[in-house]
């Protein structure tokens, strides 16, 4: 079976120069350049999972991200990938593209079968189905061995109604199957680094806890499940080789809810000499002292914690289950070990008042991560939030269906004074925000708690130059490419800037030119080059924390296409090695195909 796994827009996108759709298709009335963040744009992993599923079950398969594609090249792409089957995934920011990709496909190949899953379609099924009459079937949650059993009905010509965790329709009449079972041994399906390039990595389903405005349950199911931890090692192999800069973002909900089983992935991954650096998404409640170190020592460079809000008030009210003393304790055990903080804050979760939100702000300059960054409350289906607010009768599924916009951004229960205030605060303060970095001399103590740690010697070494300590910048940046620090761009990027500093220019662009040679997707690098060729040398700036340099290619990102994009009959290669090998930490390299 030919099989087109697409990531669609969020609506009709003008070209450049173009009026938006004059039917209503294109942006929201008050959608404006920037609303849509960078992770938006990624394919999603689970497009990935069906796609290593139906590879290797000998399906042809392709992925393809349009998430950013203007309208009519959209449709040149559907009118050119002739499928038997078409599976998307749809969130609740791109709803309506799902909605409109699928009437195309139906219009150009009426006997294709459309498929849609994801957390969005997930908690809507039957009213996916009841206002798309393009869609032939709705994937309901956790979908690999749906998707599969789906597309063996279709490739045996039988009826594709009746299959476990999906809504279909029988005569006209909307019907859900029985319920899917959860998937216990993960280890059993076939991994997306096997087959893609992404930096995105999950080693675990599901969360044990239920905040209120998380969708999580309804996607996976109560509880928590994880693949072994040899399995996730042989995944992480074949991940790093793949990239070209040597950084992996852990997607899971919470990465640390099995503590024992991420000590024994970092040791695993030391033991096998796997050098790359990493982030990850958890609670403040499930670290603790020797795991940080361990995390640390693995090339965990960032911990994205969910804290939310200050306010015990709020905490509660959402059902966290965390103080803000917990908050603070975890950052600074991370902070011991020099692991970067990020806070992911909300503002409008019910309870909020102005006073609620000024005890986090003050909370904020209390804590002092490194950087966190405010969202506002969306609710969206399939949470608590939207269930208690249908029950209010503030909101039905119908919102979804008949408005158009990006998110249902909203306060939960706040006045409409407080709601002012916080709407007028959140416009003036989105984005990033960094508010602190260590000094040298607390770089040196990271240092000297961790041993002679590579990462550990180039924030040393980023701190100095800050400080204007040249010779200890360059010299700890040095140290960092000796001990086979995995991303050398960003040390020879710092050995330039300190020759540049001094004035010898011979030596920084030399150092720039190797960095280029050996490492060059790294954003300040990227960035420094320009400054260089624009001879704005004062400008030039060391930076070593996680950050990735987002380059625009398929399938991970809408980059271009090739010219061949729509040709079938070649596969990727299959891996080299029996899926869930369970290999131990200590056996022979995987030999990796390229």
């Not at 399906?189 to 096997?194: F, G, R």
Request: hydrophobic letters at 35%; charged letters at 30%.
């Amino acid at each position: 079976m030919r099989i087109a796994l697409l990531y669609p827009p969020p609506w009709k996108i003008p070209m450049p120069g173009q009026v938006p759709d004059p039917g209503g298709e294109g942006p929201p009335t008050e959608y404006a350049e920037g609303d849509l963040d960078a992770d938006f744009y990624q394919t999603p992993y689970g497009l990935f999972a069906l796609g290593a599923q139906a590879l290797r079950a000998g399906h042809e398969v392709k992925v393809i991200n349009l998430s950013a594609f203007a309208w009519p090249r959209v449709e040149e792409v559907l009118g050119a990938l002739d499928a038997d089957v078409y599976g998307m995934s749809c969130w609740t920011a791109n709803r309506r593209g799902v909605g409109l990709v699928a009437r195309e496909l139906k219009r150009l190949r009426p006997g294709a079968h459309v498929v849609v899953g994801g957390p969005h379609a997930t908690p809507l099924a039957r009213e996916m189905l009841a206002h798309h009459p393009a869609i032939d079937t709705v994937s309901i949650g956790e979908s690999e061995t749906t998707f599969l059993e789906l597309v063996d009905r279709i490739a045996r010509g039988e009826p594709t109604a009746g299959v476990a965790g999906t809504a279909y329709r029988v005569d006209g009449k909307i019907e859900l199957g029985p319920e899917r079972e959860a998937i216990e041994d993960l280890d059993s399906l076939a991994s997306p680094h096997d087959w893609f390039d992404t930096h995105i990595v999950m080693t675990s389903r599901g969360c044990a806890w239920r905040c209120t405005f998380c969708g999580a349950e309804a996607s996976w199911g109560r509880g928590y499940r994880g693949h072994s931890v040899p399995y996730v090692l042989d995944a992480l192999e074949r991940a790093v080789a793949r990239l070209p800069v040597k950084m992996v973002q852990i997607k899971d909900d919470t990465f640390t809810t099995n503590r024992k089983r991420v000590l024994e992935l970092c040791r695993g991954i030391r033991q096998r000499g796997l050098r790359f650096t990493w982030s990850c998404d958890t609670r403040v409640d499930v670290l603790g002292d020797e795991l940080l170190r361990e995390m640390r020592l693995a090339g965990c460079e960032r911990l994205s914690l969910g804290v939310e809000s200050g306010s015990q008030a709020i905490l509660d009210a959402i059902d966290k289950k965390i103080t803000p003393d917990e908050i603070l304790g975890s950052t600074e055990l991370a902070k011991r070990y020099g692991i970067k903080v990020r806070y992911y804050m909300m503002v409008g979760n019910r309870g909020e008042t102005r006073a609620t939100f000024e005890e986090t702000l003050r909370f904020l300059e209390r804590a002092k991560p490194h950087q966190y960054i405010f969202a506002a409350l969306s609710v969206y289906p399939g949470t608590r939030d939207y269930e208690l607010a249908r029950e209010a009768g503030w909101l039905d599924a119908e919102f979804y269906f008949e408005r158009d916009f990006q998110e249902l951004k909203t306060t939960f229960d706040a006045s409409d004074q407080d709601t002012a205030l916080l709407r007028d605060w959140f416009d003036r303060n989105k984005g990033l925000h960094e508010p602190y970095r260590e000094s040298a001399d607390e770089c040196r103590s990271i240092l000297a708690r961790l041993g002679d740690h590579p990462p550990a010697h180039m924030d040393l070494a980023t701190a100095c130059f800050r400080e204007g300590q040249l010779d200890e910048a360059e010299r700890y940046a040095r140290r960092a490419l000796e001990l086979g620090y995995p991303l050398p761009g960003l040390a020879l990027n710092t050995i330039a800037c300190v020759a540049a500093r001094r004035g010898d220019l011979e030596a920084m662009r030399a150092a720039l030119g190797e960095a280029t040679r050996r490492d060059p997707q790294h954003w300040v690098l990227q960035r420094n080059v320009e400054r260089v060729r624009a001879g704005r040398l004062d400008e030039l700036e060391v930076r070593s924390e996680f950050q990735l340099l987002e380059r625009p290619a398929q399938p991970t990102l809408p980059g271009p296409l090739p010219d061949d994009f729509a040709a079938w009959g070649r596969r990727p290669s299959p891996p080299d090695r029996p899926v869930g090998s369970r290999r131990g930490g200590g056996a022979p390299r995987l030999r990796v195909m390229t």
